[in-house]
């Protein structure tokens, strides 16, 4: 392919497929010349999305691609204007020296190990480029009821981000927490809709107390940015009725 292997020394790269998943012919050629190219650690690119029984539609759109420093790329990250997910990605393999995605964790695991990885590297190229076809199964996990579990684990995601030390200026440190605040009280105003409190053991009860003191302690709801009148609403909403929030909400949307 006329790629300069030589550049590589004696890295190896790493990407991830889900099992249902596949990628285009030229999916790690285009990723890996975008990193040479770049003196990059990271690619980032995108995907195609079809159903069970259909095939990818082919998108005619213009090539973007983009290279970030390394506190650039966790905003970006962080506020999802770069996907978090682990696939559609082309990494250096030293990023992945002695680390582990958490087997204790078992919903949006990408969400606690992306950031972790991004913060590893100096340079990170994105792209629109969709050499990834990702199925969309109806009995998928993400598509799978939301338990008690898989709610502590999103809303967790964002605790862990606030409270991890990136390695980048201080400054840039409180910009980034009130960034990760902003996120954090979208997922928790989602998810907590969909807690049966009254039904949760005394395990599950601390945990949500101790996301609840988080709430406060933080003053996340000040940190909840109206980008959108769906933002609007559940803004709105919870700060007149915080305690029956879930309630309130339930009546005027679909969102169960």
């Known amino acids: 392919?006329?790629?300069?292997?030589?550049?590589?020394?004696?890295?190896?790269?790493?990407?991830?497929?889900?099992?249902?998943?596949?990628?285009?012919?030229?999916?790690?050629?285009?990723?890996?010349?975008?990193?040479?190219?770049?003196?990059?650690?990271?690619?980032?690119?995108?995907?195609?999305?079809?159903?069970?029984?259909?095939?990818?539609?082919?998108?005619?759109?213009?090539?973007?691609?983009?290279?970030?420093?390394?506190?650039?790329?966790?905003?970006?990250?962080?506020?999802?204007?770069?996907?978090?997910?682990?696939?559609?990605?082309?990494?250096?393999?030293k990023l992945w020296d002695g680390f582990r995605f958490d087997e204790n964790i078992s919903f949006l695991e990408d969400e606690y190990t992306t950031p972790q990885i991004f913060n590893k590297c100096n340079k990170i190229a994105v792209s629109n480029y969709r050499g990834y076809y990702y199925l969309h199964r109806s009995g998928s996990l993400c598509r799978s009821k939301q338990t008690t579990n898989k709610i502590f684990d999103a809303i967790n995601a964002y605790i862990f981000l606030y409270n991890f030390d990136f390695d980048i200026s201080d400054v840039k440190k409180e910009d980034l927490k009130r960034v990760v605040l902003d996120q954090f009280f979208d997922v928790y105003l989602m998810m907590s809709i969909r807690l049966d409190i009254k039904n949760l053991n005394d395990s599950e009860k601390e945990k949500w107390l101790e996301i609840k003191k988080f709430v406060k302690d933080s003053r996340a709801f000040k940190f909840y940015k109206v980008t959108s009148l769906k933002r609007f609403v559940k803004k709105t909403i919870y700060f007149v009725f915080p305690h029956i929030y879930p309630k309130i909400y339930r009546l005027f949307t679909k969102e169960y």
């Not at 292997?5 to 010349?33: A, G, M, P, W």
């Not at 082919?58 to 790329?73: G, Q, R, S, W, Y």
């Open 1 to 93: 392919a006329g790629l300069d292997y030589i550049n590589l020394k004696e890295d190896h790269l790493i990407t991830f497929v889900d099992s249902d998943d596949y990628l285009k012919k030229d999916f790690l050629e285009h990723n890996l010349n975008l990193m040479l190219e770049n003196d990059c650690d990271l690619v980032c690119s995108s995907y195609k999305s079809f159903e069970e029984g259909t095939m990818p539609k082919e998108l005619n759109e213009p090539l973007i691609e983009n290279v970030f420093e390394k506190e650039d790329a966790l905003f970006k990250l962080i506020s999802d204007e770069i996907k978090c997910h682990t696939p559609c990605k082309l990494y250096r393999s």
